[in-house]
């Protein structure tokens, strides 16, 4: 399988796949503090003291420093006192300073700090784009792996449309 080098964006470009998955290296996240607080807001909350979750419903925030997530429900799981994971359902985006990502379903899981999305993955980064089934990111390294494989990836494959920097010399005639 045949791997090429990520572009340096968001989680957004890595670079387009011959073979089935992207290679794991870095997308210009930057580092990220991923022991600031996260914040979740939303139109409604359901408590299963049993199960030790919570699910915030309608226009769902989540926060944790200069990232952002947005989906129409959230659960989030209680390990001692503590998040653990929290699983994201319907129109998920997650947003970084240097670009954006959307799946259909989103988990962070927090002790390790690692985002996956998964579903028909776009990551986009102003006119930049890829496509994928399948997205991790490790918030801590700023590492990312991009998959395609099954439903939502034309062909089976990790895809790309990148828009090359404006040229400083006058086409030729």
Known sequence: MMRKQVLPAL??????SLGA????????????????????????????MNAKTGTY????????????LRADRVRVNVVQGKPDVITANGNVVFEA???????????????????TLTGRVILTKQKNVMRGTKLVVNLVTGMANLAAGGQ??????????????????????
């Open 21 to 48: 998955r992207a290679q794991q290296s870095g997308l210009g996240l930057g580092k990220h503090d991923a022991n600031q607080p996260i914040e979740v807001s939303a139109n409604a909350f359901e408590a299963d």
């Open 57 to 68: 419903v309608g226009n769902v925030i989540v926060k944790q420093g200069d990232f952002r």
């Open 152 to 173: 939502g990836a034309p062909g089976g494959r990790v895809t790309g449309l990148f828009a090359p920097p404006p040229s400083s010399t006058p086409p030729r005639h």
């Open 97 to 115: 300073p240097s670009g954006n990502a959307q799946g259909d379903t989103g988990v962070y899981d927090v002790r390790p700090r690692l985002i």
């Open 11 to 16: 989680l957004a470009l890595v670079v387009v």
